[in-house]
């Protein structure tokens, strides 16, 4: 008997690839599954559809697909942060980067549309897409990245926290709006 394997492949690509629709299609209807009564399927395709394309090509942004079999299974994308940030001030870490309003006052990477397809969880395929972007984010000269998830994504909490990202909330208290966290590459925190 034969075993079919697959192969997995990193594609840099951008929003006009025809492989990226799928993520988006599937995020909209994951986020809109998780809060649903608070978020609908519209609602959402239209913030997945907010940033420009352009903030996630280069010089400051990348998207990045895994492919099996020419297939996307897992994704992501980050742009350079320009808006304040989340979280309460008193939690973040006192270190420079930000000023009082939650500027980033460091090149800030923010990391965008982590997403793995339904069918393809619990391989690993986020933490690698997390990887890839780091590593694209540091060659283009970003020492820190942000990002934000939802109080309904717990895996993506878990996947954050072991990827070595720093929560700028409580996690002991109940949270009900976005979930804030940093990392800062190269050592430096």
């Known amino acids: 008997m034969t075993v079919p394997t697959s192969t997995l492949t990193v594609r840099w690509t951008d929003l006009a690839d025809p492989l990226v629709r799928p993520l988006l299609d599937e995020l909209a209807f994951e986020y809109a599954t998780r809060y649903e009564g608070i978020l609908a399927v519209d609602q959402i395709r239209a913030e997945l559809e907010t940033y420009p394309a352009a903030e996630f090509a280069e010089p400051d942004g990348a998207l990045v697909l895994l492919l099996e079999d020419g297939a996307p299974v897992a994704g992501g994308a980050f742009r350079r942060r320009v808006e304040p940030e989340l979280g309460d001030a008193a939690r973040r870490p006192r270190v420079e980067g930000r000023d009082e309003a939650g ?48 109080p309904r994504q717990p895996e993506a909490v878990g996947l954050y926290l072991r990827a070595g990202y720093t929560p700028l909330f409580d996690p002991a208290a109940e949270a009900t709006g976005p979930l804030p966290f940093e990392k800062w590459l190269g050592g430096t925190s």
């Not at 800030?108 to 690993?124: D, F, P, Y």
């Open 103 to 150: 500027l980033p006052t460091v090149p800030t990477a923010e990391l965008k549309r982590i997403w793995t397809h339904h069918a393809h969880r619990r391989r690993g395929l986020a933490a690698r897409v997390v990887a890839e972007l780091e590593q694209r984010a540091a060659d283009q000269g970003y020492p820190r990245l942000y990002l934000t998830t939802g």
